[in-house]
């Protein structure tokens, strides 16, 4: 049956199976493999707009993996999984700055560079760079905070706190830069616009900023760590662009305390010394009543290396389908927990993590609203080679 609509005094005929095709089109090509996607966009305007609309990327992006994929930096001879191993598969990335600082979400990578802020996402193929505020100087208590710096510390370009993540209500992704010696800054970046927008700093201290940590990303706001006076986290909302401060058990501060995305929520985690030689995770159960709850506490006295009395640190990647963690040390050793047996596997003994790896297929679009292949594409046997001429990162290649 067609039913009419009335447009500017013209009928037009509307036929229900259009919507019922195009669900039923989206369904086949939520279940093709990347490759084929990205050839399906050329065989019509329809296609094409289906494969770039943000509803088919949200759908593609919370389809469950058959397996377990991790993004690692590539080195020497690699291999696509682990023998013995069904849950995970490596995926190499090859690119000059890839031992850079990064910060990650959802499967897109952010390296920032003095002047510029690169993004790539592996799973699209494209790299953008984005101009930003010159790097103030960095004063002398910034260069001794590193000179003291624990290796597992990751100090970005100009010394300033940044975050990487989601506005969960309009789908955007933004970059957040704050400096706080020898000024005062905060800016945010939107990746869909390419436009900065400065943002009033947080309410003093503002020093007491943990610039050497990482941040993470969780359920549309970015978080912090602060030290020194307070022992909190500092939160963005990315969509009202607001600050709060989230209270931690003071308890769970140290040295090697770490925060991170895992399971959706706000987690952190710290590594205890000998004797004990444990990682404990505390999980935010109830954001708005701040209500932390330890998820995990794991037994590493297997698996350290060196003396009972030097530090060592164990950062989790993510837990898998069947309940396990991933997690790799200073030592470039990624492991396996089994949260059932209470056992800890060792996976490989040379590789550097990178992050989580998601399959992807947001454009990063230009200047121009469009998104055109940033990369000159070539196929060889190593895997996915790509070049970006002026982006700071002259060759990327992602092995599968």
């Not at 009202?240 to 401060?245: G, I, M, V, Y």
């Amino acid at each position: 049956m067609q039913t009419r609509e009335i447009m500017g005094g013209k009928e037009k005929n509307l036929n229900p199976m259009d919507y019922l095709v195009t669900d039923l089109l989206e369904e086949i090509l939520l279940g093709l493999p990347l490759k084929s996607v990205f050839r399906f966009k050329t065989v019509s305007k329809q296609w094409r707009s289906i494969l770039e609309s943000r509803r088919f990327v949200d759908m593609r992006l919370k389809k469950v993996q058959k397996k377990l994929k991790i993004l690692a930096v590539g080195e020497g001879q690699t291999k696509s999984g682990f023998e013995g191993d069904e849950e995970i598969e490596m995926i190499y990335l090859h690119c000059d700055d890839a031992t850079e600082p990064s910060l990650t979400f959802d499967g897109l990578v952010c390296i920032p560079k003095p002047g510029w802020i690169n993004v790539l996402n592996p799973s699209t193929r494209q790299l953008r760079r984005f101009p930003c505020s010159p790097d103030h100087p960095v004063s002398p208590f910034c260069l001794n905070r590193q000179l003291r710096a624990w290796p597992y510390l990751t100090f970005f370009p100009g010394n300033w706190a940044m975050g990487f993540g989601r506005d969960k209500v309009n789908g955007c992704y933004k970059v957040v830069r704050m400096c706080f010696d020898p000024v005062e800054e905060c800016e945010v970046l939107d990746l869909e616009t390419g436009e900065w927008r400065k943002l009033i700093p947080p309410g003093p201290p503002f020093h007491d900023m943990d610039v050497g940590r990482k941040s993470a990303c969780v359920n549309g706001s970015i978080y912090w760590l602060k030290l020194l006076w307070d022992f909190k986290l500092l939160a963005l909302n990315l969509h009202t662009l607001e600050f709060r401060n989230v209270s931690v058990p003071h308890k769970w501060f140290s040295l090697d305390t770490q925060i991170m995305n895992l399971e959706d929520r706000l987690a952190i985690a710290k590594t205890k010394g000998g004797p004990e030689w444990e990682l404990e995770i505390l999980s935010l159960m109830d954001s708005e009543e701040e209500l932390w709850s330890k998820t995990y506490s794991i037994t590493l006295a297997s698996i350290i290396i060196g003396l009972p009395w030097e530090h060592s640190w164990f950062t989790v990647v993510t837990v898998s389908k069947l309940g396990n963690l991933v997690l790799y040390d200073k030592h470039k050793r990624l492991f396996k927990y089994n949260t059932k047996t209470n056992e800890i596997c060792c996976l490989s003994s040379n590789i550097s993590v990178i992050s989580l790896c998601l399959e992807n297929l947001a454009p990063l679009r230009s200047d121009s609203g469009h998104h055109p292949d940033d990369y000159k594409i070539r196929i060889s046997s190593c895997g996915l080679c790509l070049k970006h001429p002026e982006a700071g990162i002259s060759t990327v290649a992602v092995d599968r």
